[in-house]
């Protein structure tokens, strides 16, 4: 640590010569190799390993990739949707259908998917929340229908971040049809974290494609 320290007072001394932009840029790095000694002081451990080729690579392409931690998932407001109640009814019991009948909606019903935004739950684009208008239209019509909503993220993160993100995602979605008007009791919401891709790359449109919410439906 005295190390680290050091190295900081040098580069402070060492950059009158140079511009302020220059000297920042050194301040911000020797501001990563403090708290990363520190973090090691406090039992914080780093996994590292030699990658042997670019394919091996699958993490972000910038750095403005940062996931959010469990604490800050917990707290993010969620537009309302936090407060609303779990179904009342659970599937499998009462003549509720059990998950494993619900199905994929035929392609005539046009359920669309929803995609988000690194990190992100809500919705913000005008074709995604049409999308939606149109599955709450439909639901609305069919006061027998249930609903399935499947969360999913791209492949970045841990497994457990993932999981409650994709739940995350489909309760925002289940929120937006129950104030569209749709009975909340016929919704369904769970999450597949980042376990079933549908784009196998490691790009950035492969991560766009994965960050989604689907669905699957009963109707009697």
């Known amino acids: 640590m005295r190390h680290l320290f050091l190295g900081i ?6 950059s009158c010569s140079r511009d302020s932009s220059e000297t920042w840029e050194d301040v911000k790095t020797a501001g990563r190799y403090v708290q990363r000694g520190m973090d090691v002081l406090w039992g914080k451990e780093y996994e590292s390993r030699m990658l042997t080729s670019d394919d091996e690579f699958v993490g972000p392409h910038d750095d ?29 019991e009462k003549g509720v259908p059990s ?22 739950h809500e919705l913000h684009q005008k074709e995604d929340l049409e999308a939606l208008q149109q599955i709450a239209n439909h639901l609305k019509k069919n006061p027998n229908s249930y609903l399935l909503v ?56 492969d991560w766009k494609q994965n960050r989604r919410a689907e669905y699957r439906i009963f109707e009697r």
């Open 9 to 14: 007072l040098l580069i402070a001394s060492s």
């Open 64 to 92: 403005e990739f940062i996931p959010l931690d469990a604490t800050d998932l917990n707290t993010l407001a969620m537009n309302g949707d936090a407060v609303l109640p779990q179904s009342k009814e659970i599937p499998g």
């Open 99 to 120: 998950l494993d009948r619900f199905y994929a909606p035929p392609d005539k019903l046009a359920f669309h998917r929803v995609h988000f935004q690194t990190d992100k």
């Open 150 to 205: 499947e969360g999913h993220t791209d492949e970045r993160a841990s497994a457990s971040y993932n999981l409650a993100l994709g739940m995350r995602r489909a309760n925002y979605v289940r929120s937006v049809l129950a104030k569209s008007g749709v009975n909340l009791n016929r919704i369904y919401t769970v999450s597949k974290g980042k376990e079933q891709p549908i784009a196998q790359g490691h790009a950035q449109d």
